[in-house]
């Protein structure tokens, strides 16, 4: 198995984890992704539901994919009212223009674009819609620069290229933050690839340095809640006439 095979394999365990650390995504990111009207969305790679319930949650008609069985078995858990689907971008299981937006929030870069993209295309309604999401810690603040430094980059080999048959790219992004507590931080941590892959010595003396730096940074000492802002990076382009 490739290393970036391995990465993007490992969420499956995890699922729980990374169920209750990772973030939502903002609103405005939707509204900014999602054209008005947009009655048939794919969740593609949709992970343990978190995007998914925010696309039911306004009322659109949303079928989950998602390639790991570890994570489909959390999702169906967390959102049971959705059609969540065992499958691949680059193997999609539903007919040709069956949707009409393919959001995927999170995991374009474990995707191969070569393949993927013809192949959303395919499932697209003419002049449907793709849009690429990702949450980036705003390392602006200085103690989840500390937490970057502990922690490591972030999806820092994100890949926003998409090809044909999709048209140009618009890329925007939407800052925000949200309230979490300590566990819910190193839950947090916890489910990142590079983090589950670690053995269990070196994960744990990863998970101590980030309780350490809670318990000592100016910003975070004692407290039971904090904020954690965020980046939103939004790509959204349509299948060319």
């Not at 969540?84 to 009409?100: F, T, V």
């Not at 999401?133 to 290229?161: F, H, K, M, P, Y």
Request: glycine share 8%; proline share 8%.
């Amino acid at each position: 198995m490739s290393d970036r095979a391995a990465h993007a394999s490992s969420f499956g365990p995890a699922a729980e984890i990374y169920e209750r650390g990772r973030p939502s995504y903002p609103a405005a990111a939707l509204d900014w992704l999602l054209p008005a009207g947009t009655p048939r969305v794919v969740d593609l790679g949709a992970g343990t539901g978190k995007l998914t319930r925010q696309i039911r949650d306004r009322g659109l008609s949303v079928t989950a994919v998602e390639p790991s069985e570890g994570m489909i078995a959390q999702l169906k858990r967390s959102v049971p009212d959705v059609a969540a689907l065992l499958g691949s971008a680059e193997s999609i299981p539903l007919p040709d223009g069956s949707a009409d937006a393919v959001l995927v929030a999170q995991a374009w870069h474990w995707m191969d674009p070569e393949r993927a993209a013809p192949e959303i295309g395919r499932v697209l309604t003419p002049g449907g819609r793709l849009g690429l999401l990702w949450n980036l810690r705003d390392e602006r603040s200085n103690w989840v620069r500390r937490l970057g430094e502990i922690i490591g980059s972030q999806e820092s080999d994100r890949e926003t290229a998409v090809g044909a048959p999709f048209g140009p790219l618009e890329i925007t992004h939407f800052e925000w933050t949200e309230t979490i507590g300590p566990e819910r931080l190193i839950d947090m941590v916890a489910s990142r690839s590079h983090v589950i892959l670690l053995d269990p010595g070196d994960r744990a003396a990863l998970l101590s340095e980030v309780r350490r730096l809670m318990a000592t940074h100016p910003d975070l000492v004692g407290r039971t809640e904090f904020e954690l802002p965020y980046i939103t990076e939004c790509v959204r382009t349509t299948v060319r006439p």
